[in-house]
């Protein structure tokens, strides 16, 4: 079984930065993983996936140019680099892991591995 551990999350002021990570645990994980976040009234969207073999990536229209999604697959690791963050940035971030390529990685219902969720909070 697969586990997902995240780190990284805690208040910063506007304009801050902010770097979480994500370690898989139970075996070699090189699968496709994402980050999406929930904020309170919110559904959970995805802000940044990445493919397998860390050559493809995608960021959400919100994040983009800001956020920085990348993986080491020799330490099982995926990170999200969080730049001049926004108030709207405040969220609970998580991270996620498919079983298997193949899949939209743009629908949370797609992945079935989740990290417990860390909290990211963006003070003016």
């Known amino acids: 079984q697969v586990q997902l551990v995240e780190s990284g999350g805690g208040l910063v002021q506007a304009g801050g930065s902010l770097r979480l990570s994500c370690t898989a645990s139970?075996?070699?994980?090189?699968?496709?993983m994402a980050w999406f976040r929930q904020a309170p009234g919110w559904e959970r969207d995805v802000v940044a996936t990445?493919?397998?073999?860390?050559?493809?990536?995608y960021y959400g229209d919100s994040v983009k140019g800001r956020f920085t999604i990348s993986r080491d697959n020799t330490k099982n690791t995926v990170s999200l680099q969080m730049n001049s963050l926004k108030r709207e940035d405040t969220a609970v971030y998580y991270c996620?892991?498919?079983?298997?390529?193949?899949?939209?990685?743009?629908?949370?219902?797609?992945?079935?591995?989740w990290g417990q969720g860390t909290q990211v909070t963006v003070s003016s």
């Open positions: 139970g075996r070699t994980f090189r699968n496709p």
């Open positions: 996620a892991a498919q079983s298997r390529d193949g899949r939209s990685m743009m629908v949370f219902s797609e992945y079935d591995y």
């Open positions: 990445i493919s397998s073999s860390g050559i493809g990536t």
